[in-house]
C-alpha cells in the first residue's frame, strides 16, 4: 500500500491519539477523585508531550533536500532521534509501573520488547555493513595512492601501500594498472551475489585490455568475493534482513480504543514506539549493505496520528530513490556509497580511455575524478566511526531498556 494512503490532516486536536486520550480522560474524571483526576491530566500532557516530540523530530528530518536523504549525517540524525525516542518512552514505562504491570499494557509491553530484541539482530547486521564499507574504502586509498591524491590517505591504513609511489608525480602504465586492479575489486565487491557474475563480465570488457583470460577473470572473481564475505559477520549465513524487519513489523496495530481507556492511555506510546523502531531497523537496512536486504515491509500507520505524516513521508522518499533506474540494484542507498560507485566508475573508464604518456589535458581530467574520489573517501572517514558507535549506542540501549521493563514484569509477577 502506498504511503500517500495514509496521509491526511495532521492537526493535534483532530488526531486519534488525541481522541483516545479524551475518552480516557472523560471516564477517569467521571470515577476518580480530584487527586487521581489531577495525575490523570498530568500523565495525559507527558503523553501528549512524547507524540508531539515524535511528530515535530521526524517532520526535521523528512525537511532535508533530497541530497542529503540517506546520507552520513542523515542516517546519524536518524538515530540520534531513535535513541532520544527510546529514552523518553523508557522514562514514561518507569514512571507508571504500576499500570504498565497490568493487563492489557504488560501484554502490550511484552509484545513490544519481543519486537525490540528482533531489532539487535538488525544492528548487528548494519555494523557488519560499515565494516564492508570500509573495505571499500581501503580500496579508494590504493587508487588515491597509485594515481597521485595523497591528501585524503590514511597513514595508518591497514593496505599494502607502496609509500614511494604515492609521491610519484608523473602517471604511468604501472600506476594505472594497480589502480584499475582496485576499482575492479571495488566494483566487485559493491555487487550482491545474484548480480555480481553478469556485471562482473560487463566490468571485465570495461577493462579488457589489460585483462588476462576469462578463466583467470573468474578466479579473481572468486577470490575477491571470498575476500569480501570473509569478514566476521555477526548473523548467520541463512539471516535476511527483509524476514528480520517483517518480524518487527508482523501485528502491529494500533491499539483499540478500550486498551487505550483501560491503560490510561499508554498504550498510545507503546505504539509509537514500535513504529519509531520498525521505520529506523527499515530505513537502515535501507541505506547499509546487509545480509538479503528488502524494502517490502508496509507500515499501517492511522493517517489521524500526528507523526504519521512525516515518517509516511519519508517511507515514500525511500521507497521512490530505491526505484530509480541508477539505484534499482545498488547494495545499499547510502549517498556515499552511490557517489563512491558513481566516481569510481567514471574514473575506471576514463583509465580504460588513456594513451601513454599522458598528454596534459588527459592528466588534468585523471586528476579531478581523483580528487572528486578523495573527497569521497574524507566523506567516509569522517562518518563511519561515528556511525557504528551510534548503532552500538542503540544496540546497547535497547538491551538495557527491555531487561529493566522484563525485571519489572517479572518481579510484578513474582509477587
Known sequence: MPATDYQGSSAPLTNLGRSLLSLRRDQVHAMESHHDGSSAASLEVELESF??????????????????????????????????????????????????????MDRLVADFYERSVKALDVCNAIRDGIEQIRQWEKLLEI???????????????????????????????????????????????????????????????????NNNSGSHSRDHHHRSLGHFRSLSWSVSRSWSAARQLQAIGNNLTAPRGNEVVASNGLAMPV?????????????????????????????????????????????????????????????????????????????????????????????????QRVKELGHVCEAMKEGLEPLEKQVREVFHRIVRSRTEGLDSLGRHNAE
Open 271 to 367: 505504539f509509537t514506539m514500535g513504529c519509531v523502531l520498525l521505520f529506523v531497523m527499515w530505513a537502515l537496512v535501507a541505506a547499509i549493505p546487509c545480509q538479503d536486504r528488502g524494502l517490502q515491509v508496509h507500515f499501517y500507520i492511522p493517517r489521524q496520528f500526528s507523526w504519521a505524516a512525516p515518517i509516511l513521508s519519508l517511507h515514500e522518499k525511500i521507497l521512490e530513490e530505491s526505484k530509480k533506474r541508477d539505484r534499482k540494484n545498488a547494495c545499499g542507498l547510502l549517498r556515499e556509497i552511490y557517489q563512491m560507485e558513481k566516481c569510481s566508475r567514471l574514473l575506471g573508464e576514463l583509465a580504460d580511455s588513456v594513451q601513454f604518456p599522458l598528454n596534459e589535458e588527459k592528466e588534468a581530467e585523471v586528476r
Open 143 to 209: 587508487v588515491l595512492c597509485a594515481l597521485g591524491d595523497t591528501s585524503n590517505v590514511n597513514n595508518n591504513s591497514n593496505t599494502n601501500i607502496n609509500n614511494g609511489n604515492c609521491y610519484q608525480r608523473t602517471l604511468g602504465e604501472g600506476q594505472f594498472r594497480r589502480a584499475k586492479k582496485a576499482l575492479i575489486d571495488l566494483a566487485i565487491g559493491m555487487l550482491d551475489e545474484k548480480d555480481s557474475g553478469q556485471a562482473l563480465a560487463h566490468r571485465n570488457r570495461s577493462f579488457g585490455r
Open 51 to 104: 507524540q508531539r516530540q515524535v511528530a515535530d523530530r521526524f517532520h526535521d528530518l523528512s525537511s532535508v533536500p533530497s541530497d542529503e536523504l540517506l546520507s552520513l549525517p542523515w542516517v546519524r540524525k536518524l538515530l540520534d532521534v531513535f535513541l532520544v525516542c527510546q529514552e523518553e518512552f523508557r522514562v514514561i514505562l518507569s514512571n507508571n509501573r504500576a499500570q504498565v504491570n497490568r493487563p492489557p
